[in-house]
T-cell receptor
Framework: KAGVTQTPRYLIKTRGQQVTLSCSPI?????VSWYQQTPGQGLQFLFE???????NKGNFPGRFSGRQFSNSRSEMNVSTLELGDSALYLC???????????????FGAGTRLSVL | SQKIEQNSEALNIQEGKTATLTCNYT??????LQWYRQDPGRGPVFLLL?????KEKRKERLKVTFDTTLKQSLFHITASQPADSATYLC??????????FGTGTSLTVIP
C-alpha cells in the first residue's frame, strides 16, 4: 500500500501571500488530519476531515482552512501568510472508524513552508 | 489546559544500554497513549499504543508502561542501537478529539 503523499515537499512564499498544500491519504483511509510542527511549539493539531466534513478543529486562526474531496484527498490553505507560519506541515491519515485503532496516525513526510 | 511534557529534549546513551524516555500529562485522563518515532525530514511513525487498563506493552526491544495514577508513561528501548537514534514523541487524544503531542525527546545512541 502506498503511504501518505504530501506535495509539494518544499515551498517558499512571502508575507501576505496564500498557499495551498495537498495530501493524498493511504487508500481506504477516510480521515485526514493536518498538523503544524515548529521547534518551539512542537506538533500542533490544525484540523481533521472525515468523509469530506471537518470533524475536529484545533486552536488556529481562520486563515488556516482545509477541505477534503470525495476520494479522501485533502488540501490545506493558509491565507495572508505571516512569518510565524514558517513550519513543517504534516498530514496524517487514519481509517477513521470506531475504536482505538482508528486513531493511529499515518503521517506523510510533510511540506516545509518558509515565509520570507 | 491539557499539557504533555517529555522529560528531556535530548538523551545520549551508549550502544547496548537501555534508553528510558518519560512522558507526563496533566488535566486529562486518556483512554490510551501512543508513542511515535520521527527521523529528520520525515513524518512521525507510529510505534506503540497502550490502553489505560494495560500496565505494560512490549514490541520487540520496545516496552511501554502506563501509570494513570502518576499520569505518566515510560518508553524503554533495550539493547539500544545507533539505528534507534531519532526523536520520540508521545501523544494522547484530548478535548475536542484532537491529538496532543509532546515536544519530543531526541535520542542519540553512541556506538
Amino acid at each position: 500500500k502506498a503511504g501518505v503523499t504530501q506535495t509539494p515537499r518544499y515551498l517558499i512564499k512571502t508575507r501576505g501571500q496564500q498557499v495551498t498544500l495537498s495530501c493524498s491519504p493511504i487508500s481506504g483511509h477516510r480521515s485526514v488530519s493536518w498538523y503544524q510542527q515548529t521547534p518551539g511549539q512542537g506538533l500542533q493539531f490544525l484540523f481533521e476531515y472525515f468523509s469530506e466534513t471537518q470533524r475536529n478543529k484545533g486552536n488556529f486562526p481562520g486563515r488556516f482552512s482545509g477541505r477534503q474531496f470525495s476520494n479522501s484527498r485533502s488540501e490545506m490553505n493558509v491565507s495572508t501568510l505571516e512569518l510565524g507560519d514558517s513550519a513543517l506541515y504534516l498530514c496524517a491519515s487514519s481509517p477513521g472508524l470506531a475504536g482505538t485503532l482508528r486513531d493511529i496516525q499515518y503521517f506523510g513526510a510533510g511540506t516545509r513552508l518558509s515565509v520570507l | 489546559s491539557q499539557k504533555i511534557e517529555q522529560n528531556s529534549e535530548a538523551l545520549n546513551i551508549q550502544e547496548g544500554k537501555t534508553a528510558t524516555l518519560t512522558c507526563n500529562y496533566t488535566n486529562y485522563s486518556p483512554a490510551y497513549l501512543q508513542w511515535y518515532r520521527q527521523d529528520p525530514g520525515r513524518g512521525p511513525v507510529f510505534l506503540l499504543l497502550i490502553r489505560e487498563n494495560e500496565k505494560e506493552k512490549r514490541k520487540e526491544r520496545l516496552k511501554v508502561t502506563f501509570d494513570t495514577t502518576l499520569k505518566q508513561s515510560l518508553f524503554h528501548i533495550t539493547a539500544s542501537q545507533p539505528a534507534d537514534s531519532a526523536t520520540y514523541l508521545c501523544a494522547i487524544m484530548g478535548t475536542g478529539n484532537q491529538f496532543y503531542f509532546g515536544t519530543g525527546t531526541s535520542l542519540t545512541v553512541i556506538p
